[in-house]
Nanobody, 124 residues
Framework: VQLQASGGGLVQAGGSLRLSCAASGSSFSSYTMGWFRQAPGKDREFVAA????????IYSDSVKGRFTISRDNAKNMVYLQMNSLKSDDTAIYSC??????????????????WGQGTLVTVSS
């Protein structure tokens, strides 16, 4: 599967953005999907994940209550709605996929496919 994230940009603190991840290839609905981010000079950080049905989601503590992950299997898309953005959210955001888990959603899934990222800059 090939992944491409989009929707990044410059936003003021307190604002919102919605990121999209387009997936190509077959069997998208069987993939666990995740979002990660990497800020300048920092390690890559888990943000959110969603099960293949969309029925289960998990979030990092730093975004819980502000970000929402969702998916549309008919369109091969995954989304990350980001609200109440803070300057600490500034990073390159990437999406990832794996078919390892079936209907389960582990606490921190391991991923096999990664897409190019999209830059989110939050100005204070």
């Amino acid at each position: 599967v090939q992944l491409q994230a989009s929707g990044g940009g410059l936003v003021q603190a307190g604002g919102s953005l919605r990121l999209s991840c387009a997936a190509s290839g077959s069997s998208f609905s069987s993939y666990t999907m995740g979002w990660f981010r990497q800020a300048p000079g920092k390690d890559r950080e888990f943000v959110a994940a969603i099960s293949w049905s969309g029925g289960s989601t998990i979030y990092s503590d730093s975004v819980k209550g502000r970000f929402t992950i969702s998916r549309d299997n008919a369109k091969n898309m995954v989304y990350l709605q980001m609200n109440s953005l803070k300057s600490d959210d500034t990073a390159i955001y990437s999406c990832a996929a794996t078919a390892r888990y079936g209907s389960r959603l582990p606490n921190r899934p391991q991923y096999d496919y990664w897409g190019q990222g999209t830059l989110v800059t939050v100005s204070s």
